[in-house]
């Protein structure tokens, strides 16, 4: 079965930028979605499709996805970012979605 | 704005069944596909079940095939998880998921709340 591959923790400082990959063999040929979840809300979807932002995500929010590692990037972090993010993508040989293990994001 | 509203769940024993059900809004529910999705405490998330638009089509994950039934009433606009069989390892928080597409969930587009199962003796 593919392997995808997050960081369990990233911290960072108001303000500064987060980093947070999901990584896979030549995981640049799917497309990759980006969910947050935060402790008593309902998920969200804050990427799809790579780098696509649904209604509603900042312009803050983005994500890319090239060769073996997708990134979603959060510039000028806010305490309301502090959240468990996790990607997905579309495993067509198996035909079913399969996530990443999630990456808890800490805002210092 | 979209709105999926939990309800069902809570305590069974090993081996019990219990109901989950999905109340949508604000879309078209009988254009899109809908699932489910847990996440056992402390893990990640894991997909669960989904079912076509019309309902013609329904797929589960390998730890739930033959326990857990997916249904929908598009008339009511409600989506229905049967938990049969319960094990330990079910005891999670389970989310109602829309997806994009009609015939499969690729991309998750909306959430409910989630509710909780826990499966203990």
């Known amino acids: 079965s593919y392997v995808v591959t997050q960081p369990p923790s990233v911290s960072v400082a108001p303000g500064q930028t987060a980093t947070i990959t999901c990584g896979g063999n030549n995981i640049g040929s799917k497309s990759v979605h980006w969910y947050q979840l935060r402790p008593g809300q309902a998920p969200k979807l804050v990427i799809s499709y790579d780098n696509d932002r649904p209604s509603g995500i900042p312009e803050r929010i983005s994500g890319s996805n090239f060769g073996n590692t997708a990134t979603l990037t959060i510039s000028r972090v806010e305490a309301r970012d502090e959240a468990d993010y996790f990607c997905q993508f579309w495993d067509s040989s198996a035909d079913l979605p399969v996530f990443g293990g999630g990456t808890k994001l800490t805002v210092l | 704005e979209v709105e999926l509203v939990q309800s069902g769940g809570g305590l069974a024993q090993p081996g019990g069944t219990l109901r989950l059900s999905c109340a949508a809004s604000?879309?078209?529910?009988?254009?899109?596909?809908m699932g489910w999705v847990r996440q056992a405490p402390g893990k990640g998330l894991e997909w669960v079940s989904a079912?076509?638009?019309?309902?013609?089509?329904?797929f589960h994950a390998v730890s739930v095939e033959g326990r857990f039934t997916i249904s929908r009433d598009n008339s009511k606009s409600t989506l229905s998880l049967e938990m049969n069989r319960l094990r330990v390892e079910d005891t999670a928080m389970y989310y109602c998921v829309r997806g994009e597409l009609s015939t499969v969930i690729k991309v998750f587009l909306s959430w409910g709340q989630g509710t909780l199962v826990t499966v203990s003796s």
């Open positions: 604000n879309f078209d529910f009988s254009d899109s596909a």
């Open positions: 079912i076509s638009a019309r309902g013609r089509a329904t």
